[in-house]
């Protein structure tokens, strides 16, 4: 007698839900990855999660063809009412269509987009997998960072700004933040997570399809909640997680406190203030910048170019010699008299007139 091969059953590690089709990848009523599941698109290998929010998924993957890990996005379509299918779709397009633009020529902090596809039930991205730590992860690991340590960081992220801002068609990305900022193990940072991203499609006009805006509390300017993000928003994101990081995350819970308390969505609220650097050991002209970038109007504010212009000017100013200039190669005065510093070249010239 032929007895027949009972079926592989897969619970999902979620849900518990169980399935015997072994073709299926996702979860039929959580939608979250099988285990043992085959190859999406017959290429991609899904190792793990790398995190959810809004309607996207986001996994690690092997690609089996260049043998590469790569990140994929994934938006699920179906579960959803045509209306939302169809504003979902909108917004994958969207972020699609920025993120190729920005990949055109491409700059080095921001993740490449390497394919897209769909199936019956999502979209996919699929995106450079960046290893390495957030930099809220650094946080929590290392505590606050000193100036020195994080300006180089800094002049990445704004460095990556000041291309999308000045692209021409130009990009903000809408939720700067330490969760979206990746170090890798060479100390590259990447700009990630683009969902909130949009692209000025009319000259001076920055506001949502829905004309509501969507952020994160403690990084998000008051003029990004009421009219939605724009340049100077990034800016003031940026200054925000710059403070964050030579603060530590202690201090955040009182900042979106702060915020609520001054009706922070639609009301102007001030920012950072000379208070706020008090138990932070910081020259003048870093709270100076920190205070202009999170200013309460935005154009007040720099630009990301200007913010990183002042950012070189600091590093600069503080690599310049102070004090007595020493003169590499001694004057030497008739008779033998030598002037090693400014200083003594003036006390020489006195005995030495017309030489001098």
């Known amino acids: 007698m032929n007895f027949a091969t009972p079926p592989l059953i897969r619970a999902c590690s979620v849900c518990g839900h169980e399935t015997s089709e072994s073709e299926r990848i996702f979860c039929g009523e959580c939608q979250q990855l099988l285990p043992d599941a085959p ?27 260049t043998r590469k890990p790569v990140a994929i996005k994934r938006v699920e379509l179906a579960a959803h009412l045509p209306d939302q299918t169809n504003t979902l779709r909108v917004f994958f397009e969207r972020e699609l269509k920025l993120l190729a633009g920005l990949n055109t020529p491409g700059h080095a902090n921001i993740p490449e987009v390497l394919d897209t596809f769909a ?42 700004l000041h291309y999308m801002h000045s692209r021409p068609e130009p990009v903000v990305h809408g939720d700067v933040k330490l969760d979206n900022i990746i170090e890798d193990d060479t100390g590259r940072l990447f700009l990630v997570d ?17 004309g509501a805006a969507a952020g994160t509390p403690g990084f998000a ?9 724009s340049p100077k928003s990034d ?3 940026t200054g925000m997680t710059a403070y964050l990081m030579l603060a530590g995350l202690g201090i955040y819970p009182d900042i979106v406190r702060r ?6 969505r639609f009301t102007p609220h001030p920012g950072l203030a000379y208070a706020d650097f008090e138990e ?19 154009a007040n504010r720099p630009s990301a170019a200007e913010f990183l212009d002042r950012l070189i000017a600091i590093r600069d100013a503080k690599s310049r010699p102070s004090g007595p200039l020493t003169v590499t ?6 008779g033998g008299d030598a002037a090693h510093t400014e200083a003594e070249f003036a006390m020489l010239a006195d005995h030495h007139v017309d030489e001098a």
């Open 119 to 160: 199936d019956a039930r999502a979209e996919y991205l699929v995106m450079k997998y960046v290893t390495g730590e957030t930099l809220k992860q650094k946080l929590y690991a290392n505590g606050p960072m000193a100036w020195d340590d994080l300006s180089p960081r800094l002049a990445q992220v704004l460095a990556a």
């Open 39 to 65: 190859p999406l698109d017959s290429r991609y290998h899904l190792e793990r999660s790398l995190g959810e929010g809004g309607f996207a998924h986001t996994y690690l993957a092997h690609d089996i063809r």
């Open 235 to 237: 800016v003031y994101a």
């Open 329 to 334: 190669r001694p004057l030497i005065f008739p």
């Open 259 to 264: 915020e609520q308390i001054s009706g922070q």
């Open 194 to 210: 683009f969902g909130l991203a949009r692209q000025q499609s009319i000259p001076g006009s920055w506001s949502t399809e829905s």
């Open 221 to 229: 300017s008051w003029d990004h909640w009421r009219g939605g993000p």
């Open 280 to 298: 932070i050991d910081l020259p003048a002209p870093v709270q100076e910048l920190l205070l202009a970038a999170t200013a309460t109007e935005p």
